[in-house]
């Protein structure tokens, strides 16, 4: 390197000598200034709000509320979905479980531990301690209430048979699932979410064992979700998933699409219903297809998810267009077709998806080319909050079971459903209105 090699120690030459020294007196001048503006900064303490912008890990999600969190809050990084079974007979159990809970919830939401710390070592610890000092990340935790709580096995366990909504009903099955027993249903439904995995599992893991005797775990599953703030993410099919939701910024929407009413079911009024499917996809399948197939299949273009036909990712499907042979250029069997509210009477639903990659295991496909191998355990967790099962997820996805392109590269073999009440008022619980008689 010659001219400004670092390494360079030969003596300055006289011409140079009035130059280095304006660099200097520059380099000293800028030092003072820096100086001085780092010490107006240590006396001028950030705006929390404007940090947590800044650094997810500091944002923070209240826990009281009329709306549980986790439902139309903006979509955190990460998630672990739990489902537990009750193991006690005894409502006044329930209610102290829920109770226990609830308080946990909200001081984890603040940044606190599950409970506070002993004061000694002798003592068994209320809280595992591995999220210590990681930051609120934008906790989130959703409860939600599946038909088990309230009749199991013919039995009326906490005489809460009557109080069951009407909408909180048993799925039906659909065409080409697979469901495995140890993925599907339960009696309770922990959601927490957070821009951080282990704040996330570390939430559903205290509650978990506070739990212990009264609740027993019965399927978890973790996610992530991958992108910047304020763009769609995508999923592992390399396509965006979620742009046609009904806006979270729009009161209005959420009213008539996502929180029930509470007409025939006061308890759930400010609540919603939630169905989560376990999906697992054949990716290495679907890595040795064309992009336009792929295109085709979705009915988007992949990098810039415009509807095929359109230009940027929010237009509005057009689903009367056709090519120049007078073929529709968003196939019949296309997944945005088929889930397009204008083909499903007008029908939304809030979808709250994350990936999820457990590894490998032994896979039969089920179409051509009729393989068996060890594959990618990896998929989709698909959670989607409505105002009503029936008039929402059911017939979507009767119309996307039956007809969608997606199911050759597609197999739900997980499912549950549950009921998520509003939420809690600070010094109540969550859930107190369905015990209230």
Request: hydrophobic content about 35%; proline content about 7%; charged content about 20%.
């Amino acid at each position: 390197m010659t001219g400004t090699d670092m390494n360079d120690t030969s003596t300055p030459k006289d011409e140079d000598l009035p130059r280095r020294r304006f660099l200097k007196s520059g380099l000293a001048a800028g030092a003072a200034l820096g100086a001085a503006q780092a010490v107006l900064a240590a006396q001028t303490p950030p705006d929390a709000t404007a940090m947590a912008k800044m650094d997810p890990m500091r944002s923070v999600e209240p826990f009281y509320g009329p709306h549980q969190g986790g439902i139309v809050t903006p979509q955190q990084s990460h998630t672990y979905v739990a489902s537990l079974d009750l193991a006690t007979e005894k409502r006044d159990e329930l209610i102290g479980l829920l109770r226990t809970w609830t308080e946990a919830s909200a001081r984890m939401a603040r940044g606190d531990t599950a409970k506070p710390l002993p004061q000694s070592d002798a003592d068994a610890a209320p809280d595992s301690g591995d999220a210590l000092g990681l930051g609120t990340a934008g906790l989130t935790i959703t409860f939600g209430f599946g038909p088990g709580m309230f009749m199991s096995s013919g039995k009326d366990r906490y005489g809460l048979a009557r109080r069951r909504p009407e909408a909180l009903v048993d799925l039906p099955h659909f065409n080409g699932e697979q469901l495995i027993p140890q993925k599907t249903g339960g009696d309770i439904l922990i959601q927490a979410c957070a821009h951080d995995p282990q704040v996330a599992f570390h939430a559903v893991r205290q509650l978990v064992r506070m739990g212990y005797g009264a609740v027993q775990m019965r399927w978890g599953q973790a996610g992530f979700l991958s992108g910047l703030r304020g763009h769609t993410p995508r999923n592992l099919m390399g396509f965006k998933d979620g742009t046609n939701n009904p806006s979270i910024a729009q009161p209005a929407l959420m009213k008539q699409f996502v929180w029930a009413r509470g007409t025939e079911t006061p308890w759930m009024h400010g609540g919603t219903y939630t169905v989560v499917r376990r999906i697992r996809i054949t990716i290495e399948h679907w890595d040795q297809m064309k992009v336009g197939f792929q295109e085709q299949v979705f009915g988007r273009e992949k990098y810039s998810g415009a509807p095929i036909g359109k230009r940027n990712e929010f237009d509005a499907l057009d689903l009367d267009a056709v090519d120049k042979d007078g073929n529709p250029l968003i196939p019949e069997n296309a997944h945005a077709r088929l889930s397009n509210e204008s083909v499903n009477n007008g029908a939304q639903i809030l979808r709250r998806s994350y990936a999820y990659n457990d590894g490998t295991d032994f896979y039969i496909e089920r179409w051509p080319p009729w393989r068996q191998d060890t594959e990618y355990d990896a998929g989709l967790i698909f959670i989607a909050h409505q105002s009503d099962p029936r008039t929402g997820f059911i017939p979507i996805n009767e119309r996307l079971a039956k007809f969608d392109m997606l199911n050759q590269f597609t197999t739900h073999v997980g499912s549950a459903i549950f009921a998520c009440p509003p939420g809690a008022a600070e010094g109540s619980f969550i859930g107190a209105g369905l015990f209230n008689t």
